[in-house]
């Protein structure tokens, strides 16, 4: 396997690339002793942040601001000889897993500067724009922000309409056009902010050009946005009215801008993945504390099977998450550059888990939980956003069902040419037979996992087997169609996210038994064994709902319900 193979763009081809997630990454141990003592320090200083208080406000105070500029968190991941810690990914995603265990607002905040906000700057700035913006960016002097949303272009990032026109003099572009919903919009000195080149042209896909543009240069904001959760961070909307960009701005190469945007978000989705354990971690304490402390029926409510079953289910997703997170930044630390896949599924299977633990931990609760006067609403509004923002996760159902059929399909395109020139094509076509032969001898098994998982394994490799015979019965079914065939995207999506949650948690699993024994690691293997089992009865429901399903039959009740403008019927 090379730098640029994905574990899950393999997979989707039939093909399990053991060697890329075995053995599971580890940190050199003077990372690890860095990172332990910068941990201990956050966990203090959040310890002092007072999140009721900045959801009151709608702000985060200039204390709290200062506290995070001192320990460095504006500069994680911004390379020490431009003033930053100089965090790898793994790293990054630990410390930002530690901040956002207690304070959302402060973590988004943090998120949309480095996660998105400079990460452009990082990935494609020349080494001027480099020395120009970091430095002050790492010392949270100044803010990044990103701006690439537009009214009408949310999920279809390509249909912005903000454009950059050449200037009269050439030396630089304006700017015309505005952006909403941007994070830290009435905060941020430098934007990351997207714009097309090219004249808007119906039915073509505009050229789009990423620009760093600073306040300065005459950007404007609107008021902060009124939200449900996240409420001291900044949202607004911004304004270019001939805002006036150097030449020397542009980000990356002119035309380029939207692989600048795509490579920026599939790097900072791994944000809310780190951000959603924190949270889920701090739920379960929460969760733990107060079944312990609760009582009904003369018992401790924590006695009762229906709160176990929660905890217990709580506890082994959020493990499943913190597995697959760090797999990830694992593989972006050992140079693995194609992660577009792995991070999509690690943003949705983070903000869904978190979503269900907050609501439980909300349950558990019970009637407190639903008061203002307690953490917990407090938190379920919080953690609401991230099932919406860096993608929904719609949308990112369809990015990772059609971009990992994009493989197979092209094999299949290659295979249809091959046939009608079966001479020339004879290659191409034994390569495939044997593909198909081995996928489907099922001869592809996962086999570097501890022999203690080789059941759970065993289950992997099945239902991988089952993913490569689903893309190619979707491909061949629906042809160039299957972009509109969202049904059968989502649970090939689902089903590709369950096996990269399994693959994450065996993998890590492994490793832990390797290094503490078996009797040692036995609460992970338990975890391990319990996710894998409720994985596979969800894939096993996927697998056979790929040919009986009643897709039609839904379709037409939204249909219908869309005709009548809602539900028309009364009981009385
Ligand atoms: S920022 C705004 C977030 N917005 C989005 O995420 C937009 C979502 N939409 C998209 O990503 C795209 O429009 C999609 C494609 C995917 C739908 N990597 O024809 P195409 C390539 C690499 O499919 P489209 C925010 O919310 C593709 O291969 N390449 O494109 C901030 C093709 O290449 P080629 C990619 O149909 C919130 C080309 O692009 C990718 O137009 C603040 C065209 O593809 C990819 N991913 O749309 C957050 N996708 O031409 C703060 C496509 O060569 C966070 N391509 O074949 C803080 C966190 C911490 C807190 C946590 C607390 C718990």
């Known amino acids: 396997m090379t730098r640029d193979s994905s574990f899950m763009k393999s997979l989707f081809h039939g093909v399990i690339a053991d060697d890329l997630i075995f053995p599971y990454p580890s940190i050199p141990p003077e990372e690890r002793e860095n990172l332990t003592l910068m941990i201990d320090s956050v966990r203090k200083f959040m310890d002092t942040v007072d999140s009721k208080k900045i959801d009151r406000e709608h702000r985060i105070s200039d204390e709290v601001m200062s506290g995070a500029r001192d320990l460095g968190l504006f500069g994680l991941n911004i390379p020490t000889e431009y003033g930053g810690l100089g965090l790898s990914q793994t790293s990054y995603a630990r410390v930002m ?39 002050r960016l790492a010392a949270g002097e100044q803010l990044a922000a990103f701006a690439l949303t537009e009214p009408g272009a949310g999920s279809d990032a390509a249909g912005i309409t903000t454009r950059a026109e ?154 499943a998450l913190e ?58 509004r919080d953690s609401r956003i991230n099932l919406i923002f860096e993608g929904t996760n719609e949308i990112l159902r369809a990015f990772v069902a059609l971009s990992g059929m994009q493989g197979p399909g092209k094999n299949l395109t290659e295979i249809a040419r091959a046939m009608r020139e079966p001479i020339k094509g004879f290659g191409v076509l034994s390569d495939y037979t044997i593909q198909r032969v081995r996928t489907a001898l099922g001869r592809e098994r996962m086999t570097r996992m501890h022999p203690v998982l080789m059941k759970e394994a065993v289950a992997f490799s099945d239902f991988a087997g089952e993913l490569g015979k689903a893309s190619d019965k979707i491909l061949r079914r629906h042809g160039k169609d299957v972009a509109e065939m969202q049904l059968a995207q989502k649970r090939l999506a689902e089903l590709a996210i369950e096996l990269y949650a399994t693959a994450a948690t065996i993998s890590r699993t492994s490793a832990a038994i390797e290094q503490h024994g078996e009797v040692g690691a ?16 969800r894939m096993n429901r996927l697998v056979r709902q790929m040919d009986d399903n009643d897709d039609d039959l839904r379709k037409r009740i939204a249909g219908k319900t869309y005709e009548d403008l809602g539900y028309p019927f009364d009981v009385l």
């Open 97 to 135: 897993q530690e901040v956002a265990a207690k304070d959302n607002s402060l973590a988004v905040t943090l998120g949309a500067h480095q996660s998105i906000g400079l990460k452009g700057i990082l990935m494609f700035g020349t080494e001027a724009q480099k020395k120009k913006y970091l430095p």
């Open 166 to 319: 050449l200037s009269a003099d050439g030396e630089g572009y304006v700017l015309n056009g505005s952006k909403i919903w941007i994070t830290n919009g009435g905060i941020a000195d430098v934007f990351t902010v997207f714009a097309r080149t090219s004249p808007q042209e119906e039915g073509s896909k505009p050229r789009i050009t990423a620009f760093i543009v600073e306040r300065g240069h005459g950007l404007k904001h609107g008021p902060n946005e009124e939200k449900l959760g996240i409420r001291g961070s900044s949202t607004t909307e911004i304004f270019f009215e001939d805002v006036k960009v150097p030449a020397g701005n542009v980000l990356g190469e002119v035309g380029r801008g939207f692989r600048v945007a795509m490579e920026v978000l599939n790097n900072g989705r791994l944000g809310i993945a780190a951000g959603a354990t924190g949270a889920c971690k701090s739920l379960l304490r929460m969760a733990v504390e107060r079944c312990l402390e609760r009582k009904a029926f003369g018992r401790n409510i924590a006695d009762f099977g229906m709160i176990k079953d929660k905890i217990a289910r709580m506890t082994i997703e959020t493990y």
């Open 323 to 380: 597995s697959m997170t760090y797999l990830t930044t694992g593989l972006m630390d050992a140079g693995v550059t194609d992660y577009s896949l792995e991070s999509a599924i690690c943003k949705i299977f983070g903000s869904e888990t978190l979503w269900r633990v907050v609501n439980e931990t909300l349950q558990i609760a019970a009637g407190i939980g639903y008061m203002t006067e307690y953490p917990y609403e407090r938190l379920l």
């Open 522 to 537: 036995a609460r992970q293997v338990d975890l391990c064994t319990a996710f894998v089992a409720q994985s596979a009865s």
